[in-house]
């Protein structure tokens, strides 16, 4: 297999073949050399080259299988704003699709900048996203990178950003179903905003790790040993409680630590549908559910195409456990969303598009009364 000539560039081929074998190596290379030559002498306020956030992004991106155009734009995405490279130089070098991803993330870059309200950055969000939803993906991996590097900002500013990703691009990514990055956008958020209860809630868990650890793989033995004895091919695990879900239930539920904690959840990936359903027999032969608990999101998806089966059973003790049971497509789904659809081999479906865009429009409605815009903007994507 070719290697780059770059050692920096391995990490992200690395992450690219994770998810493909024929990776464009040379294309890669030219977009990165491009964006270096073009970034050179500019610093990140940590110090580091700046070329080192083109690629961080980029890295980002490829984790998420994200395919070749995607990963160049976002090498590229910073270089028309900040440098003398120009949109025509792009577009002649990297061609449209590429050049427009690029363009898509420079206008929104000056539509957020200015101090609008959430609902007004919103709309032009949804504007932008228009052109390409590659751009609000890139958009995205481009913030996550700059939560995780905040700390060299100074401490106002890093609030100031914290509130916005909380407010703005968590739910983003919830509405796009990236479910990966929405978590991880509210746990750095949640830690720069509320860093004592943060740390308090970090040591709690800690503490109790263990104990709630070994409840969980009592569990876990007995549901697989019930597969097995069923012919059921499954992988399950522990599903990870994050930090800032804890604290929102707290906060808007006003329960307690360790009944949120110590509540386990379990998640059972199979390969069919049927399967999901055979799984919810053996589990609910096994364990009594609780009423009111069973939800059927593969029959009813989301509106952000989220698809399991959720049912809470009273476990070994009585205590109550967390079950979702989906397939290993549908898991991609929920942690990927709508970036699963720009996966390698997976062609532009314009059905998605508009699905993802219909999805957008009606939260849009939600947040803000602005209905007519939204459905001529709604029947114009259709058009195309
Ligand atoms: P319900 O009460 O069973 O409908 O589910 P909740 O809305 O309380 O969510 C429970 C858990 O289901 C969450 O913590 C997630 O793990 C999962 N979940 C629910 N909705 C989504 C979604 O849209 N995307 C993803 N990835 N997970 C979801």
Same mark, same amino acid.
């Given at each position: 297999?070719?290697?780059?000539?770059?050692?920096?560039?391995?990490?992200?081929?690395?992450?690219?073949?994770?998810?493909?074998?024929?990776?464009?190596?040379?294309?890669?290379?030219?977009?990165?050399?491009?964006?270096?030559?073009?970034?050179?002498?500019?610093?990140?306020?940590?110090?580091?080259?700046?070329?080192?956030?083109?690629?961080?992004?980029?890295?980002?991106?490829?984790?998420?299988?994200?395919?070749?155009?995607?990963?160049?734009?976002?090498?590229?995405?910073?270089?028309?704003?900040?440098?003398?490279?120009?949109?025509?130089?792009?577009?002649?070098?990297?061609?449209?699709?590429?050049?427009?991803?690029?363009?898509?993330?420079?206008?929104?870059?000056?539509?957020?900048?200015?101090?609008?309200?959430?609902?007004?950055?919103?709309?032009?969000?949804?504007?932008?996203?228009?052109?390409?939803?590659?751009?609000?993906?890139?958009?995205?991996?481009?913030? &996550? $990178?700059?939560?995780?590097?905040?700390?060299?900002? #100074?401490?106002?500013?890093? *609030?100031?950003?914290? %509130?916005?990703? =909380?407010?703005?691009?968590?739910?983003?990514?919830?509405?796009?179903?990236?479910?990966?990055?929405?978590?991880?956008?509210?746990?750095?958020?949640?830690?720069?905003?509320?860093?004592?209860?943060?740390?308090?809630?970090?040591?709690?868990?800690?503490?109790?790790?263990?104990?709630?650890?070994?409840?969980?793989?009592?569990?876990?033995?007995?549901?697989?040993?019930?597969?097995?004895?069923?012919?059921?091919?499954?992988?399950?695990?522990?599903?990870?409680?994050?930090?800032?879900?804890?604290?929102?239930?707290?906060?808007?539920?006003?329960?307690?630590?360790?009944?949120?904690?110590?509540?386990?959840?379990?998640?059972?990936?199979?390969?069919?549908?049927?399967?999901?359903?055979?799984?919810?027999?053996? &589990? $609910?032969?096994?364990?009594?559910?609780?009423?009111? #608990?069973?939800?059927?999101? *593969?029959?009813?998806? %989301?509106?952000? =195409?989220?698809?399991?089966?959720?049912?809470?059973?009273?476990?070994?003790?009585?205590?109550?456990?967390?079950?979702?049971?989906?397939?290993?497509?549908?898991?991609?789904?929920?942690?990927?969303?709508?970036?699963?659809?720009?996966?390698?081999?997976?062609?532009?479906?314009?059905?998605?598009?508009?699905?993802?865009?219909?999805?957008?429009?009606?939260?849009?409605?939600?947040?803000?009364?602005?209905?007519?815009?939204?459905?001529?903007?709604?029947?114009?994507?259709?058009?195309?």
């Amino acid at each position: 297999q070719k290697t780059s000539g770059n050692a920096a560039l391995d990490p992200l081929f690395a992450a690219m073949r994770q998810h493909h074998q024929k990776v464009d190596t040379g294309l890669i290379e030219r977009a990165y050399r491009t964006a270096e030559h073009f970034h050179d002498g500019q610093m990140r306020k940590s110090g580091d080259a700046y070329i080192t956030h083109p690629l961080a992004v980029a890295t980002i991106l490829a984790s998420l299988g994200l395919n070749e155009p995607t990963i160049c734009a976002a090498l590229l995405h910073d270089t028309v704003e900040d440098t003398g490279y120009t949109l025509a130089q792009l577009t002649n070098d990297f061609g449209d699709e590429i050049a427009t991803m690029v363009d898509g993330v420079t206008k929104l870059d000056k539509m957020v900048y200015g101090e609008s309200a959430k609902a007004e950055t919103i709309r032009k969000m949804v504007i932008a996203m228009s052109r390409d939803i590659r751009v609000l993906i890139i958009k995205l991996a481009d913030r &996550l $990178h700059n939560m995780r590097t905040i700390s060299s900002l #100074r401490p106002d500013k890093q *609030i100031r950003i914290a %509130k916005d990703t =909380l407010e703005i691009y968590a739910p983003l990514a919830h509405r796009l179903g990236m479910n990966a990055i929405k978590w991880e956008l509210e746990d750095l958020s949640f830690s720069v905003i509320e860093p004592k209860i943060y740390s308090e809630i970090v040591k709690l868990v800690a503490e109790r790790a263990p104990l709630r650890d070994q409840y969980l793989s009592t569990v876990i033995e007995q549901v697989k040993q019930d597969l097995a004895d069923n012919k059921i091919k499954a992988t399950v695990y522990g599903r990870p409680k994050h930090y800032y879900s804890i604290y929102q239930k707290m906060m808007v539920r006003g329960r307690d630590f360790y009944d949120i904690y110590d509540l386990v959840g379990l998640r059972v990936l199979v390969d069919t549908k049927r399967e999901c359903y055979d799984v919810l027999g053996v &589990l $609910h032969a096994r364990w009594r559910p609780l009423p009111g #608990r069973f939800k059927d999101y *593969i029959a009813m998806p %989301k509106f952000n =195409l989220y698809q399991s089966l959720h049912t809470t059973v009273l476990g070994p003790g009585g205590k109550p456990v967390e079950l979702q049971i989906r397939t290993n497509e549908m898991h991609k789904q929920a942690e990927y969303g709508v970036a699963a659809h720009w996966r390698y081999k997976e062609g532009k479906s314009a059905g998605d598009e508009i699905n993802w865009v219909h999805s957008i429009s009606e939260w849009q409605k939600e947040t803000e009364d602005s209905g007519e815009f939204l459905d001529t903007f709604t029947e114009e994507i259709a058009k195309n």
